[in-house]
């Protein structure tokens, strides 16, 4: 497994506060995602970036924004949580070889509350 | 556009059963790559194993054995003598080489071992 991690594990805020996830990687991989997970909808792309610097949307990228200023870190932030933001966080890193897809190494994920 | 089904949703046996799980994909592509990942009841997502869609070999591990049919469009997970531990939610998902960075999962099916 690639060494992941994730901070906070959980954190429970109020509405229309910013919360910042931070992931943590020391594999040296070039791509880090970060996914939510809900009920009824599984794992769905918020983000993801390619290197350092470099950043894309996903497929649920409203209300969130993401930076990644060294390789290892890639931090999402709700720039104003809503209760619709209430879900488990997911990050993941994977590095492509030769061309080839890589393989996504999850980490343990944050339980993130918006009362 | 890629798609996963996994059309179990939930799968009970009693220990030493066998169980197969199944996974159909939909893709265009003709280079792509198939995964499967289990999710234990303390949430982490732990990464079981990766296809290439050129490898139609099928693969053992131990308890565990994967079947990839290109005809069928199937990659389907089975468990043999199955174990209490091996209770979690087992997701598939796909990525094309040619498509977005984005990893396409099914919903995942539950599988519960009773003992």
């Known amino acids: 497994d690639a060494g992941i991690t994730q901070s906070p594990r959980h954190k429970v805020t109020e509405t229309g506060t910013p919360v910042t996830l931070r992931c943590h990687q020391t594999?040296?991989?070039?791509?880090m995602y970060w996914y939510r997970q809900d009920p009824g909808h599984g794992l769905r792309l918020i983000h993801y970036?390619?290197?350092?610097?470099?950043?894309d949307k996903g497929e649920v990228s409203d209300g969130y924004s993401v930076s990644r200023s060294k390789t290892e870190d890639f931090l999402l932030t709700l720039e104003s949580a809503t209760s619709s933001q209430t879900s488990v966080y997911f990050c993941?890193?994977?590095?492509?070889?030769?061309?080839?897809?890589?393989?996504?190494?999850f980490g343990p994920g944050t339980r993130l509350l918006v009362l | 556009a890629q798609k996963v089904t996994q059309a179990q949703t939930e799968i009970s046996v009693v220990e030493k059963e066998d169980v197969t799980l199944d996974c159909v994909y939909e893709?265009?592509?003709?280079?792509?790559?198939l995964f499967w990942y289990k999710q234990p009841p303390s949430g982490e997502l732990v990464f079981l194993i990766r296809?290439?869609?050129?490898?139609?070999q099928n693969e053992i591990s131990g308890r565990y054995s994967w079947n990839f049919q290109k005809s069928t469009s199937s990659f389907n997970f089975t468990i043999t003598a199955s174990q209490v531990v091996d209770s979690a939610v087992y997701f598939c998902?796909?990525?094309?080489?040619?498509?977005?960075?984005?990893?396409?999962f099914g919903k995942g099916t539950k599988l519960t071992v009773n003992p």
């Open positions: 993941a890193t994977g590095d492509s070889g030769q061309g080839v897809r890589e393989t996504q190494y």
């Open positions: 594999e040296n991989h070039r791509y």
């Open positions: 970036s390619y290197g350092v610097k470099d950043t």
């Open positions: 893709t265009r592509d003709t280079t792509y790559y």
């Open positions: 296809r290439n869609s050129f490898d139609e």
């Open positions: 998902a796909l990525i094309t080489q040619g498509g977005s960075e984005k990893l396409v």
